[in-house]
């Protein structure tokens, strides 16, 4: 009984605090975390004007394990990581709860195909694609059990800046990001960024249209 | 007789220097100067009983100038605004108003006064943007003079007098003094003075030495205008030491302090008494009730009967049916928006660059500049916050809100850091002109409008090379994005000009418009 009377009085507490702080910001505009379709365009599509990829589509598994990697300033630190850098400090102030909120609200999004944007040689996209498809499927479709996103549907100059990033070790650097680790090591075998326009064109011939 | 130069050659030469230029504003000057700053005088159709509706997408100075032009000649106009707050760029902020910038959201904790606010973008009318100043007439927004340059405020370079900062007054004063020498020199050469009669060349050097007032021997050996090292007014003055020329050439500062008050930033400057969004409350007060605000644009799509556009309010997605739409999201956001725009239009929307200016400002606890004989301007340094403003307003007063940085070229510095590092950097930098800046202001805002919920960017930018000017390419998508889509789709704003930072620049992007309408709309009715 004393417990319960006490765990009233922590409720009592705590409900007259937030009341109180609820009042002194009534008088403020208010906000949420929902920033995204600011930078990442319309429905998530992304937004080629400002560099920021297309959500719409994004596994819900990969979109938390990249905000919470971006939260804890282990993507979007590097300094010549310009596109990162800018999101770095939007996640930085998400709490667990607005990330379940953000991903929930990225499900709601309908996939819009991705316009075409790069120009390369598919057919030798095709050969470099041959080490990408052990994690990331023969369809560019993603694999969960191996943490690889999909990458067909997703905006060809992203992939292309995420690749160059990778080569140049600007993603990936992190000690904590294993995963951005073996990507950085997986991306030097396209070479140079040539290669990475050719695998970038073939994965455009793999995405829903 | 080579090396002889003629008159002729040496008009010539002064022709390709400067006067080609100058040339078809010189034929304004004599003569055809319209009249003072008379409203804005759009002559449209009225429409009468034929309803035509209008979307505005942005409640930015383009959109509203077209709201408030066009409910007057009988459209039907709704603003869609995506963010809580209409203005964009004209924003003022005050006590209590949130900073909504991606990542680092701010409230304002200035003293809620009067006086006491911060423009954080545009902040200075110039005495020729007369379709603003027009509208600020027409509107009833009371205007007051702005200080843009003041002779005693400081300039200061670590690399120039051990990193002492001097007064304005100092800088330019032996500066011209310096220059006016050089210049006397040369026209006491024959070669120089022969293209000029003897009454011009005395009229020139009587120019000159009165420009640096330079003594009887055409020296410049100090001069009183940099004001008195003691006495002036119940003694004589006494003159202050001379700063060396070599000394005032370690900062390159010079090229902004000799120009500042020319152009767009010359005199006479104003400001709205109260901030800058009184201009945007003037055109509220008449088209208020036509906004909706935290309606975000999701798609815009243009037929031959009209546009339609999806926005989403309150978590729901709305549908709005128009016959035109004036468009003044900026471009790059445009890109990530559904649309069905021609792709020449759309190459062009992705051209445009984003601005990347920034802004920070502090709350002083004592206007303590003015205990320094400042009242206004803006002091210069060579450090990344490269100037601090102090307020034209509220003079006397007990407080004031002084800029603590304004980097308008780049901005990215600071935008990258955080907010502490920002607020850090302003004070040190701050320091190297007022010993005490870190004690004496407190309560710090910064703006970075490169990460500004639903700007995401200052003022457009077309051209790459700012030295070389616009390309012909430039040109040509410029005009391209100007064309309205199917005559009903028109992007506005200071995006849509080529003067982009300036009010006056969204306000006629925004006439060309309308007129542009106008002519479409009379062909129809016709």
Known sequence: MKQILGNLFTIGFLLSISLTSAAAENEREPFDDR????????????????????????????????????????????????????????????????????????????????????????????QLYAACAACHGQQAEGNEALGAPALAGQNDWYLVTQLKNFMADYRGHHPDDSFGQQMRTMSRTLGDESGVRNVVSYINTLAER | MAGVVTRREFLNLLGATGGTAAAP??????????????????????????????????????????????????????????????????????????????????????????????????????????????????????????????????????????????????????????????????????????????????????????????????????????????GGFLKHGVQKDMIAFRDLLKTRLGRQLLS?????????????????????????NHVGDRVKYRAMVASVQVSDSGVEIAYDQDGVRHTLQADYCFNCIPTHLMVGIDHNFPSDYVKAMKYVRRGEAYKAAFQAKRRFWEEDDIYGGISWMANPSRQVWYPSHGIHKEKGVVLGAYDYGGGMYHTMMTQEQRIEAHLSDGENLHPDYRNLVEKPITIAWHRMNHMLGCSARWSRNFRQGWTHEEEELYHRLQQPVNGRHYIIGDQMSMHSAWQESAIMSAQWAMADLDQRVRAELA
Not at chain 2, 263 to 271: F, H, K, R, Y
């Open chain 2, 25 to 230: 504003k010189a034929g304004t000057a004599l003569g055809l100067l319209p009249g003072g700053a008379a409203a804005a005088s759009l002559d449209l159709l009225g429409l009468g009983s034929n309803q035509r509706k209008v979307a505005i997408l942005g409640g930015g100075l383009s959109g509203l100038t077209v709201a408030y032009e066009l409910a007057k000649y009988g459209y039907d106009c709704t603003v869609l605004e995506a963010s809580h707050r209409c203005g964009g760029r004209i924003f003022t902020v005050r006590h209590g108003d949130l900073i909504d910038e991606i990542g680092n959201r701010q409230y304002c904790e200035f003293d809620d006064e009067p006086h006491m606010y911060f423009n954080a973008g545009a902040a200075r009318i110039p005495s020729t943007h007369r379709n603003l100043l027009g509208y600020c007439k027409e509107l009833g927004v009371e205007l007051e003079v702005f200080i843009n340059e003041n002779k005693t405020s400081y300039v200061q370079d670590k690399d120039m007098l051990g990193g002492k900062p001097i007064r304005n007054i100092d800088y330019t004063t032996h500066m011209k003094g310096f220059m006016a020498e050089l210049m006397a020199k040369a026209l006491s050469h024959e070669e120089l003075n022969a293209p000029f009669s003897e009454s011009e060349a005395e009229t020139l050097l009587g120019m000159v030495r009165s420009f640096g007032d330079l003594s009887e021997d055409d020296l410049y050996k100090g001069s009183f205008r940099s004001g008195y090292a003691s």
């Open chain 2, 260 to 284: 500042a008050n020319e152009g767009d930033t010359g005199p006479m400057l104003m400001q709205p008494t109260g901030g800058m969004d009184r201009i945007i409350h003037g055109f509220l």
């Open chain 1, 35 to 126: 920033y995204c379709t600011t930078c990442h365009g319309a429905d998530g599509r992304g937004n080629e004007g400002v560099q920021a990829p297309r959500l719409a589509g994004m596994e819900d598994w990969y979109l938390v394990r990249q905000l919470e990697n971006f939260r804890a300033g282990i993507r979007g630190t590097h300094p010549k990581d310009i596109e990162g850098i800018a999101m770095q400090p939007m996640a930085a102030k998400l709490t667990d709860e607005s990330i379940a909120d953000i991903v929930q609200w990225v499900g709601s999004w309908t996939y819009i195909p991705a316009e075409i944007t790069v120009e390369g040689d598919a057919a030798r996209g095709q």
